[in-house]
């Protein structure tokens, strides 16, 4: 899903090309970065960009509900809450387009590593239109209950699986993605290095949320997507408003500015 | 090749040795030898492992109405193991140990058995319902419970 999360940090920017406008899903991401950084906000604005192709609805799975909806565009509701929906898209201005995207988004919350198991086991049970992308937020808590190596590869195996079915069922041309993402912890902790490192052979494309700290009151995020050798290496700069609206622009390029300490992040970032 | 598509792919000289496999197969009804001096050369002792299983015809391809599959295979200590169609996987002590934890072996005997098995079509087909293929991709965790 490399292909609809560059797109998505492309959306800030000028820098859209044809090729990153067409809906390839691209190889299934990994999306890693420590609390706070970002994750759910960038799953969630791919969600909305995957659901505005028009393609099929979006699964998006976590384990419990969003307190209030990343505010990429600018407001913050309860997803359940459709009355809410509809009366802030009359009397405070939200985007229209934005709402039909987050009915397109179906959320579930498996409680348990058992039940989000049980879910991936099922789906090819499930009836009406697959997904066209499948996402998974803090896949960190569901690893905690788990034995050890293999139960974590057999959960990023059925992912996959579960993916490349949709996918199976999509048709060919279409496909369904995968962006799946783990919380690292901080620098120092080294117990889930080994986890990242199994992790990233059923995950190709990678993309690393790194905090910077611009100065007080802000709140920016180096953002570097790597496809897993299908494509070139990017970086963004993915920052928050005081308000919690998202901002992504290209990463400075020029040397001498902000340099990434690849040290910092836990996890063996590349 | 890179560790990260380990799970997903096979490197592209184990994928060329297999397609031309498959060819020879198709032409000959056998694996000519030099290919299968090839294949023991890159897998070692997992090579003759894999293609005795293949022999005994070990490896079944299990399908549901819905069009999801997974393969099982029936090991030489009598227990079945599940891999999964669409990327590596297997439910084996060795897969866990030599795969993923050393990372000594790029696959399984039983995941180098599957791929066999598609080259030479000695593959076992069973259909069974969407439940049952459920039942049968949760069993492998409810197993290791």
């Given at each position: 899903m490399a292909e609809t999360l560059r797109r998505v940090l492309n959306l800030g920017t000028s820098a859209r090309s044809?090729?990153?406008?067409?809906?390839?899903?691209?190889?299934?991401?990994?999306?890693?970065?420590?609390?706070?950084?970002?994750?759910?906000?960038l799953l969630f604005a791919a969600a909305?960009?995957?659901?505005?192709?028009?393609?099929?609805?979006?699964?998006?799975?976590?384990?419990?509900p969003l307190q209030s909806l990343p505010r990429g565009t600018g407001a913050a509701l309860d997803p359940l809450r459709l009355q809410e929906v509809r009366l802030r898209t009359l009397w405070a201005g939200f985007p229209w387009k934005d709402c039909l995207r987050y009915l397109k988004v179906r959320f579930q919350y498996p409680p348990?590593?058992?039940?989000?198991?049980?879910?991936?086991?099922?789906?090819?049970?499930?009836?009406?239109?697959?997904?066209?992308?499948?996402?998974?937020?803090?896949?960190?808590?569901?690893?905690?209950?788990?034995?050890?190596?293999?139960?974590?590869?057999?959960?990023?195996?059925?992912?996959?699986?579960?993916?490349?079915?949709?996918?199976?069922?999509?048709?060919?041309?279409?496909?369904?993605?995968?962006?799946?993402?783990?919380?690292?912890?901080?620098?120092?902790?080294?117990g889930d290095a080994l986890q990242v490192s199994l992790l990233q052979r059923y995950f190709p494309a990678q993309?690393?949320?790194?905090?910077?700290?611009?100065?007080?009151?802000?709140?920016?995020?180096?953002a570097c997507l790597d496809p897993g050798g299908l494509g070139p290496r990017a970086e963004w700069c993915v920052a928050f408003r005081p308000n919690g609206e998202m901002t992504i622009t290209p990463w400075p390029t020029q040397a001498g500015n902000l340099s990434l300490d690849k040290g910092s992040s836990s996890g063996g970032q590349p | 090749m890179a560790a990260a598509l380990a799970g997903l792919t096979l490197p592209a000289v184990v994928e060329e040795l297999l397609s031309e496999?498959?060819?020879?197969?198709?032409?000959?009804?056998?694996?000519?030898?030099?290919?299968?001096?090839l294949?023991?050369?890159?897998?070692?002792?997992?090579?003759?492992?894999?293609?005795?299983?293949?022999?005994?015809?070990?490896?079944?391809?299990?399908?549901?109405?819905?069009?999801?599959?997974?393969?099982?295979?029936?090991?030489?200590?009598?227990?079945?193991?599940?891999?999964?169609?669409?990327?590596?996987?297997?439910?084996?002590?060795?897969?866990?140990?030599?795969?993923l934890r050393k990372s000594d072996s790029l696959l399984c005997k039983h995941l180098l058995a599957v791929y066999l098995s598609q080259v030479t079509g000695t593959c076992r087909q069973l259909k069974v319902s969407d439940k049952q293929l459920t039942d049968i991709l949760f069993a492998e965790k409810k197993q290791k419970a």
């Open positions: 044809g090729v990153e406008d067409t809906a390839e899903a691209g190889p299934p991401l990994l999306l890693l970065g420590g609390p706070g950084s970002g994750k759910t906000a909305l960009e995957a659901a505005g192709e028009g393609r099929g609805p979006v699964l998006f799975l976590t384990r419990r348990s590593t058992h039940e989000l198991l049980q879910l991936l086991c099922s789906a090819h049970e499930a009836r009406g239109p697959a997904p066209s992308l499948l996402l998974l937020d803090g896949l960190e808590e569901y690893l905690v209950e788990d034995q050890g190596p293999q139960d974590a590869a057999y959960l990023a195996a059925l992912l996959l699986d579960t993916a490349a079915h949709f996918s199976h069922q999509t048709g060919p041309g279409q496909g369904c993605g995968l962006i799946v993402a783990l919380q690292t912890q901080e620098e120092g902790v080294s993309c690393w949320l790194q905090a910077e700290t611009p100065g007080p009151g802000q709140h920016r995020l180096r | 496999m498959a060819a020879a197969v198709q032409e000959n009804a056998r694996i000519p030898d030099e290919h299968l001096s294949l023991k050369f890159i897998f070692g002792p997992s090579a003759i492992q894999a293609l005795d299983l293949v022999d005994r015809q070990s490896i079944t391809l299990i399908s549901s109405p819905s069009g999801r599959r997974v393969y099982q295979v029936l090991g030489s200590s009598g227990k079945t193991y599940t891999c999964l169609a669409s990327c590596h996987y297997c439910s084996c002590p060795a897969f866990a140990f030599s795969v």
